[in-house]
């Protein structure tokens, strides 16, 4: 498995944009679909947003898309979630995972969160 560190969150304003970062090591990416859950107090883990290993498919959740995009650069090991029109409701932990090739016999990687809160 990788190890996943996310980073960039923090208060912001309800209708402003933050953008996160997820940088793994370990190895390298290239492999590796890659996406976002995010967990509000309360709530069960939910997904956002995920991208194939090549970065020619994405998904989004319905409550986010239009408002987030999810890309990749392998040459940094790294994933991004550009998060626009904030709303209070988008409150939470941000957590990046990475999902191996399913004929790799690894389990999903799991990066320890980031806090994203918005302010009305």
């Known amino acids: 498995q990788l190890q996943l560190v996310e980073s960039g969150g923090g208060l912001v304003q309800a209708g402003g944009s933050r953008r996160l970062s997820c940088v793994a090591s370990?190895?390298?990416?290239?492999?590796?679909?890659l996406g976002w859950f995010r967990q509000a107090p309360g709530k069960e883990r939910d997904f956002v947003a995920g991208?194939?290993?090549?970065?020619?498919?994405?998904d989004y959740a319905s409550s986010v898309k239009g408002r987030f995009t999810i890309s990749r650069d392998n040459a940094k090991n790294t994933v991004y979630l550009q998060m626009n029109s904030l709303s209070p409701e988008d409150t939470a932990v941000y957590y990046c995972?990475?999902?191996?090739?399913?004929?790799?016999?690894?389990?999903?990687?799991w990066g320890q969160g980031t806090q994203v809160t918005v302010s009305s």
């Open positions: 995972y990475a999902d191996p090739h399913p004929r790799a016999a690894a389990s999903r990687s």
């Open positions: 370990g190895h390298t990416i290239n492999n590796y679909a």
């Open positions: 991208i194939s290993w090549s970065g020619r498919s994405t």
